[in-house]
């Protein structure tokens, strides 16, 4: 079997990764610190609890595993904590992945794949972003990510370290399976918290903003599967070990959708009242991020197939009913 060693696979993006991976045919080993994680949701392959703030630690790991990629998706990612401890963000997301960048090149794994974010972007209400767009984050999170795509690119100029960036949209949904899912402890995404509330399980939602320059007044985001998000990333995976070069994909759909678009399918898809009331605005969000890139279809043949509004808030519905994790 082929190891492909997958930081943060014990968390929500990071262990649907490592379930499309073993149906690839790697084998995910799994390096978490479980600050954020979930031992349960390490069910794909073997589990490496680890810090990336301890460079011993992950040479051990990469030579008992010698995988031939990594897949790096630890990091803290909440947008208002990261502007309140803003030196928490910049040492465990930008220390940590130097010093994974650092053990790959050590260990002479030259391929990389990257969990960036459009929050690299920051503020560009109303523009359609691609690839190419400027990239000005507006909070220490995406900074800290910009500047690991910084540090990966002088890597490349320097080791050879081949790398695919993925600068994700909205992420929603789960694994239509329920084996795992999404939960954040505390949870702040729209989705996890609209059903909880829909189920009693914590109080109504509160609407961040009802004034913005959109159709309906809420924010616009462009949501996509967690499913078809990590089936990109094996694609990414395959694309470096075969055309051995380093590109930046977004990973988006195109299409955006309010908050109050959110609640209505919400409404729909679960058959259920869901309680909300409106709010003021939230600091730190944007009007309106959607993806207008194509790129990843066209070079990487990714192709979305569960990235419909219903079809996220249906599987995340079944996983919220069916699917949880203990520590
Ligand atoms: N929202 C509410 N009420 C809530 C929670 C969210 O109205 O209780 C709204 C937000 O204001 C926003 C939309 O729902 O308009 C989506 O909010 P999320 O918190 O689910 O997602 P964000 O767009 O804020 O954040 C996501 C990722 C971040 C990433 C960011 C880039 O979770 O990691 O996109 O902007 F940095």
Redesign the pocket.
Known sequence: MTNVLVTGGAGYIGSHACKALRAAGYTPVTFDNLVTGWEDAVKFGPFEKGDLLDRARIDEVFAKYAPIAVMHFAAL???GESMQVPGKYWRNNVVGSLNLIEAAVAADCHNFVFSS???TYGDQDNVVLDENSAQHPI?A??ASKRAIEDILRDFEASNGLNHVIFR?????GADPEAEVGEHHQPE????P??LDAIDGKRDA?????TDYETPDG????DYVHVCDLVDAHVLGLKWLEKDKGSRVFNLGTGSGFS?RE?IDHSRAVTNRAVPFNE?A??P???TK?VSGSTRAEQELGWTPTRSTLQTMIADAWKWHQTGHYDK
């Open positions: 990612s909440q947008v974010t459009c929050a909070n999170y995406g994700y949209f909205n992420v929603a702040t995404h729209l989705i918290l609209m939602l509160t609407i961040f903003g809420t924010c616009i985001r908050v959110v709010g605005r939230r730190g969000d944007c991020l």
